[in-house]
């Protein structure tokens, strides 16, 4: 089921990523899903479109990979 509004995202993605990264999520989870039709999947290809931009830092919470 594709998402179409950040406030639809699951709890762990709304809870732990900052507002720009939820969008890439979003983004990425919706066009795996309809490429692939598998969900487990689409989580998958989102989570990593996630890490190409943001880190999880030694406090526990996302940040944008410096350049």
Known sequence: M???Q??????????NLPKH???IFQAAFN???EEYGEEERA????WSAVKRDYEK?????WHKKRE
């Open 21 to 23: 990264a939820q969008e």
């Open 43 to 46: 989580f998958r290809v989102a």
């Open 2 to 4: 594709p998402y179409k």
């Open 31 to 33: 066009n795996a899903e």
């Open 6 to 15: 950040i406030n639809d995202l699951p709890d762990s993605v709304k809870n």
């Open 57 to 61: 830092g030694d406090d526990g919470h």
